[in-house]
């Protein structure tokens, strides 16, 4: 007989503020959830999981609202939010942070700059930490410092337990181990709900920032000339490049290093000689700046969009490059881009069976996105990234599933690779009846009755 009550902060559709609380960053898929449980504490989501649980309702665990596909949405069912359990509790001793899962990344990086310390992470400022981590987590701190996940100590996971129940259980190298392992790269919402993270925090002050940009002509050469010099240059080294539309015209190349602004002048010579850039720009800025200067605003604000990606082992062919700019030659708006970013350092040093992040090969993570203004462009935008992924595959490996895409058949292995069956292990293991389920969620091997 169902007895748990909710808790927390719950929203209905008949709230002022229901319309604020269901939309995510992705504004094309929408659903409307009949319940929205924002939890205040561990206790709010043993009660909302218990609750689902009990009365057999669907529903979806949901963060920084920053899932592409919408997977932590759900019409009709409960979503279960941890963005108001934000807490950060820093050890400066022990050098680690104990975050809750629902921190977003801009309030992490400015309450861990205050002891002038860091964790590699992501760009924008409302990614949650949580669902950024567990998917692996790139950034521009990358390849000096690894992956968000391999910074990770430990998680605490609400998790369903027996027929009904709910349980709250800890995962470290020495404790749950393969859930460990598996939530390190091994997506959001699979296993159950984590409601905190330990990292190992690192010492930061000056950084220095750069920026290159070039005319529309020099797509070629200058992705040429960033492929092969981005992914082995210095490690304390992390940049990315955009080749924007034809529309737009401009291939912007930017990027933090771990130190002078002198030595970086010296690093970036095989991109700065590369065609003919109209802009160049150096300088060194507190690491805070170099975060607020890569928090696009865009980025943060919800708009009808699509994504998808790609990783990228062995720099581009001439015939790939040219492919892309004949796809961006074609894009449905100006909004469309190609994104790239290095990889290698010490992302490449942890092997690809150590953590459920299996592609510690590639060189460049790449990502393929566009937006548009009105519903009635969803179809061509959609087509245009589907396009772009299909003529880029034969040079391309998997996907990063932090860009997940609804249209990839082979999911399970363009995500994870060789690490699948173990995934499905853990999953067996810890969510036998498959209560954590969406769209391209690992399945468990069986069901017990």
Same mark, same amino acid.
């Given at each position: 007989?169902?007895?748990?009550?909710? $808790?927390?902060?719950?929203? #209905?559709? *008949?709230?002022?503020?229901?319309?604020?609380?269901?939309?995510?960053?992705?504004l094309s898929i929408p659903k409307f959830p009949?319940?929205?449980?924002?939890?205040?504490? $561990?206790?709010?989501?043993?009660?909302?999981?218990?609750?689902?649980?009990?009365?057999?309702?669907?529903?979806?665990?949901?963060?920084?609202?920053?899932?592409?596909?919408?997977?932590?949405?759900?019409?009709?069912?409960?979503?279960?939010?941890?963005?108001?359990?934000?807490?950060?509790?820093?050890?400066?001793?022990?050098?680690?942070?104990?975050?809750?899962?629902?921190?977003?990344?801009?309030? =992490?990086?400015?309450?861990?700059?205050?002891?002038?310390?860091?964790i590699p992470a992501g760009t924008e400022g409302?990614?949650?930490?949580?669902?950024? /981590?567990?998917?692996?987590?790139?950034?521009?701190?990358?390849?000096?410092?690894?992956?968000?996940? *391999?910074?990770?100590?430990?998680?605490?996971?609400?998790?369903?337990?027996?027929?009904?129940?709910?349980?709250?259980?800890?995962?470290?190298?020495?404790?749950?181990?393969?859930?460990?392992?598996?939530?390190?790269?091994?997506?959001?919402?699979?296993?159950? =709900?984590? /409601?905190?993270?330990?990292?190992?925090?690192?010492?930061?002050?000056?950084?220095?920032?750069?920026?290159?940009?070039?005319?529309?002509?020099?797509?070629?050469?200058?992705?040429?000339?960033?492929?092969?010099?981005?992914?082995?240059?210095? %490690?304390?080294?992390?940049?990315?490049? %955009?080749?924007?539309?034809?529309?737009?015209?401009?291939?912007?190349?930017?990027?933090?290093? =771990?130190?002078?602004?002198?030595?970086?002048?010296?690093?970036?010579?095989?991109?700065? /000689?590369?065609?003919?850039?109209?802009?160049?720009?150096?300088?060194?800025?507190?690491?805070?700046?170099?975060?607020?200067?890569?928090?696009?605003?865009?980025?943060?604000?919800?708009?009808?969009?699509?994504?998808?990606?790609?990783?990228?082992?062995?720099?581009?062919?001439?015939?790939?490059?040219?492919?892309?700019?004949?796809?961006?030659?074609?894009?449905?708006?100006?909004?469309?881009?190609?994104?790239?970013?290095?990889?290698? +350092?010490?992302?490449?040093?942890?092997?690809? !069976?150590?953590?459920?992040?299996?592609?510690?090969?590639?060189?460049?993570?790449?990502?393929?996105? #566009?937006?548009?203004?009105?519903?009635?462009?969803?179809?061509?935008?959609?087509?245009?990234?589907?396009? /772009?992924?299909?003529?880029?595959?034969?040079? #391309?490996? +998997?996907?990063?599933?932090?860009?997940?895409?609804?249209?990839?058949?082979?999911?399970?292995?363009?995500? !994870?690779?060789?690490?699948?069956?173990?995934?499905?292990?853990?999953?067996?293991?810890?969510?036998?009846?498959?209560?954590?389920?969406?769209?391209?969620?690992?399945?468990?091997?069986?069901?017990?009755?």
């Open positions: 007989m169902a007895n748990t009550e909710l $808790t927390g902060r719950i929203v #209905t559709p *008949d709230d002022p503020n229901y319309e604020q609380a269901r939309i995510n960053n992705n009949s319940k929205i449980v924002f939890c205040q504490k $561990t206790k709010d989501v043993l009660n909302a999981l218990r609750w689902v649980r009990e009365n057999n309702e669907p529903f979806r665990i949901r963060s920084g609202r920053h899932s592409y596909e919408n997977f932590s949405l759900i019409n009709e069912g409960l979503i279960i939010d941890v963005s108001e359990m934000n807490k950060i509790k820093i050890d400066q001793e022990a050098m680690t942070a104990k975050i809750a899962a629902g921190a977003d990344l801009g309030k =992490v990086y400015k309450k861990l700059w205050k002891y002038g310390l860091t409302s990614v949650g930490i949580v669902g950024l /981590t567990l998917g692996g987590g790139i950034g521009m701190l990358s390849r000096p410092f690894g992956l968000t996940c *391999d910074n990770l100590i430990e998680i605490e996971m609400v998790r369903a337990d027996g027929h009904k129940g709910a349980e709250l259980i800890k995962a470290n190298k020495n404790e749950n181990s393969d859930l460990f392992w598996a939530c390190r790269g091994g997506g959001g919402g699979n296993f159950g =709900v984590v /409601t905190s993270l330990t990292f190992k925090l690192h010492a930061i002050s000056n950084v220095s920032l750069f920026s290159v940009t070039w005319k529309w002509e020099d797509l070629e050469v200058a992705f040429d000339a960033w492929q092969n010099w981005a992914p082995q240059t210095d %490690e304390k080294l992390t940049s990315q490049i %955009e080749l924007k539309s034809k529309e737009v015209g401009e291939i912007i190349s930017q990027g933090i290093f =771990v130190g002078s602004a002198s030595k970086l002048k010296k690093l970036l010579k095989p991109i700065t /000689t590369a065609g003919s850039p109209t802009k160049v720009w150096v300088k060194e800025v507190p690491y805070i700046e170099a975060v607020k200067f890569f928090d696009v605003p865009s980025g943060n604000i919800p708009a009808l969009r699509k994504r998808s990606g790609s990783f990228i082992e062995k720099p581009f062919p001439h015939n790939a490059i040219n492919r892309m700019k004949q796809l961006l030659a074609n894009a449905p708006n100006r909004n469309s881009s190609i994104w790239h970013q290095s990889l290698g +350092g010490a992302v490449g040093k942890i092997d690809s !069976y150590d953590t459920a992040y299996f592609y510690r090969n590639a060189i460049i993570a790449q990502e393929y996105l #566009t937006t548009w203004e009105i519903p009635e462009e969803e179809k061509q935008n959609i087509r245009w990234v589907e396009e /772009t992924r299909n003529t880029l595959s034969p040079f #391309t490996d +998997g996907d990063y599933v932090n860009f997940p895409d609804l249209y990839i058949k082979n999911w399970p292995i363009t995500y !994870y690779g060789n690490n699948f069956r173990r995934l499905r292990e853990v999953k067996t293991k810890y969510d036998a009846f498959n209560v954590f389920n969406f769209p391209q969620s690992i399945p468990p091997y069986k069901r017990w009755i």
